[in-house]
């Protein structure tokens, strides 16, 4: 059969929370996939917010970003007015057009949180993994 293009791995679910961080599951990850080039995908509401994640500065310093346009944010000022996101201006690929996305994994997760059924906004295999596996169950 043929190949899937993704892989599936439980390493952020099984690391102890509050003391492991976006920084920690790159290390992993580029080490797991030496040979590959990563990328980290994120969504434009993200970026204020990203200078101010633990380890950001190794973080942001040693990854490539693609970074999706959400609502009216004007992703390239974000990057210009703050320091840190613009030193490193070269490790973010701003998409623009084409593809806006406004569903981001926290509302899924709060969508599962209240009690709603966010089915229609995932792939169904992603979101019967989520099901069997109570995912989000316990989370507050």
Do not use: C
């Not at 990057?79 to 701003?94: D, G, Q, V």
């Amino acid at each position: 059969g043929e190949k899937s293009r993704f892989e599936l791995d439980d390493y952020e679910m099984k690391a102890i929370a509050g003391r492991h961080y976006t920084y920690n599951t790159m290390l992993y990850l580029r080490e797991k996939y030496s040979k590959d080039q990563l990328f980290f995908l994120m969504g434009a509401d993200l970026l204020t917010q990203l200078p101010k994640w633990t380890y950001a500065s190794e973080l942001i310093k040693s990854t490539q970003f693609i970074v999706i346009e959400r609502g009216n944010l004007v992703m390239h000022r974000i990057i210009a007015e703050i320091p840190l996101l613009r030193k490193y201006e070269r490790n973010f690929t701003l998409i623009y057009k084409g593809l806006v996305n406004e569903i981001s994994s926290s509302y899924i997760r709060e969508e599962f949180q209240y009690g709603s059924d966010p089915r229609y906004l995932l792939p169904e295999s992603v979101y019967h993994y989520i099901i069997e596996n109570n995912v989000y169950k316990g989370e507050e």
